[in-house]
T-cell receptor, first 114, second 114 residues
């Protein structure tokens, strides 16, 4: 079946602009996760949704970052007033929400802030 | 602070030999353990999950878990050049509020020499 999809695949934006990244999870997966991977850095967990609810937003790097999920499916990660340090690959993953906790990643969005 | 440690490598292994990748984690409450493979420029791909002490085999891959030593390993038998990638160890701790995000190590770069 179809995997996790993300759009856009690449985004170049100017410092100070807002960007919106989209994730469409595997059909039927109730849990959705956002991570980012900076050059030479490990994967950093940002936020997760169980259904439409995000129980813990403490992983978001700053208040410029926000995320939402509607209809238990598509999620958007919004970065306001982008900074150069926001440049990274933003990865979305989904899981069934059962006790296996196995997460499957999408192809990512490469964000470059100039 | 949850930490996952891996030797960054590169780990060079001859084709056909066994590649052994290791990982230690700091949180004794961790309950789910995963190995992901990441090719350069691609997103992580789940290859193994393990939840209880002992060995778990899937094809050429064997995951080993020792919770007392807080140690996870991945063995790749009959290594192939296509196994050359970065291998990420990831750990999940269920907080009771739902499936938390994974904590990743920075990965071990594996090179299989033909």
């Amino acid at each position: 079946g179809a995997g996790v999809s993300q759009s856009p695949s690449n985004k170049v934006t100017e410092k100070g602009k807002d960007v919106e990244l989209r994730c469409d999870p595997i059909s039927g997966h109730t849990a959705l996760y956002w991570y980012r991977q900076s050059l030479g850095q490990g994967l950093e967990f940002l936020i997760y949704f169980q259904g439409n609810s995000a129980p813990d937003k403490s992983g978001l790097p700053s208040d410029r970052f926000s995320a939402e999920r509607t209809g238990g499916s598509v999620s958007t990660l919004t970065i306001q007033r982008t900074q150069q340090e926001d440049s990274a690959v933003y990865l979305c993953a989904s899981s069934t929400g059962d006790s296996s906790y196995e997460q499957y990643f999408g192809p990512g969005t490469r964000l470059t802030v100039t | 602070q949850k930490e996952v440690e891996q030797n960054s490598g590169p780990l060079s292994v001859p084709e056909g030999a066994i590649a052994s990748l290791n990982c230690t984690y700091s949180d004794r409450g961790s309950q789910s353990f995963f190995w992901y493979r990441q090719y350069s420029g691609k997103s992580p791909e789940l290859i193994m999950s393990i939840y209880s002490n002992g060995d778990k085999e899937d094809g050429r891959f064997t995951a080993q878990l020792n919770k007392a030593s807080q140690y996870v390993s991945l063995l790749i038998r009959d290594s192939q050049p296509s196994d050359s990638a970065t291998y990420l160890c990831a750990v999940n701790t269920y907080s009771g509020g739902g499936a938390d995000g994974l904590t990743f190590g920075k990965g071990t770069h594996l090179i299989i020499q033909p």
